[in-house]
């Protein structure tokens, strides 16, 4: 079936740096992505939204200059958190849209998340 | 602006009975989809039901079915046969018809019972 992978699964990175996250659909071309960041015990909280070939859509109060993200090709999306800050410690979750053929299309298929944590 | 509604922050059931998690969503729009994911403790989203708006027979899948009501705006979900494995955060989800949004109620724990 449809996979979506993201990586890294765990990541530790020190205050001011920036770390990227990548989301990847395996064998099926995302023509849409969605990034979430989940807090414990918390909803997913809908950060963008990512259409290949063009800028993402934020969120009200999600600031577009510290989460970039870029959907350069219908299978990667990436998620780069810059000059991260403890506050930015969370699980970031990504899915993406599969098409499909007409019957069973729009499927939507979840990466596996990814832990940030900023020391 | 779209929002999704789960009322009921925790539930608990004994094995075997039946169990219904309450959602509600608020949208202008007049077609979209609707879903109900779970969240084990390993986080990975799992998909459990899905229901066009469109359509007005409520989905099933095997054990679990929905009560979608279109007009109250409501989307419950029923679980039948509770099985110790279906312990989890269950998550209703609301996505526009043209797939830029898609949002998450704030999910309900549920405990199935030995």
């Known amino acids: 079936g449809a996979v979506v992978s993201q990586h890294p699964s765990w990541v530790i990175c020190k205050s001011g740096t920036s770390v990227k996250i990548e989301c990847r659909s395996l064998?099926?071309?995302?023509?849409?992505m969605f990034w979430y960041r989940q807090f414990p015990k918390q909803s997913l909280m809908l950060m963008a939204t990512s259409n290949e070939g063009s800028k993402a859509t934020y969120e009200q109060g999600v600031e577009k200059d510290k989460f970039l993200i870029n959907h350069a090709s219908l299978t990667l999306s990436t998620l780069t958190v810059t000059s991260a800050h403890p506050e930015d410690s969370s699980f970031y979750i990504c899915?993406?849209?599969?098409?499909?053929?007409?019957?069973?299309?729009?499927?939507?298929?979840f990466g596996e998340g990814s832990w940030l944590t900023v020391v | 602006a779209q929002t999704v509604t789960q009322s009921q922050p925790e539930m608990s059931v004994q094995e075997a009975e039946t169990v219904t998690l309450s959602c509600t969503y608020d949208?202008?729009?007049?077609?979209?989809?609707l879903f109900w994911y779970k969240q084990p403790p390993s986080r990975q989203m799992i998909l459990v039901i899905r229901?066009?708006?469109?359509?007005?027979q409520n989905a099933t899948e095997n054990r679990f079915s929905v009560n979608f009501q279109k007009a109250a705006k409501s989307f419950s979900l029923k679980i039948s046969d509770s099985q110790l494995g279906d312990t989890a955060m269950y998550f209703c989800?609301?996505?526009?018809?043209?797939?830029?949004?898609?949002?998450f109620g704030s999910g309900t724990k549920l405990n199935v019972k030995p």
């Open positions: 064998d099926f071309q995302a023509t849409t």
């Open positions: 949208t202008s729009e007049n077609n979209y989809y």
């Open positions: 229901q066009e708006a469109y359509k007005q």
């Open positions: 989800a609301f996505m526009s018809l043209d797939f830029n949004k898609f949002y």
């Open positions: 899915s993406a849209r599969d098409p499909g053929p007409q019957a069973a299309g729009n499927t939507i298929y």
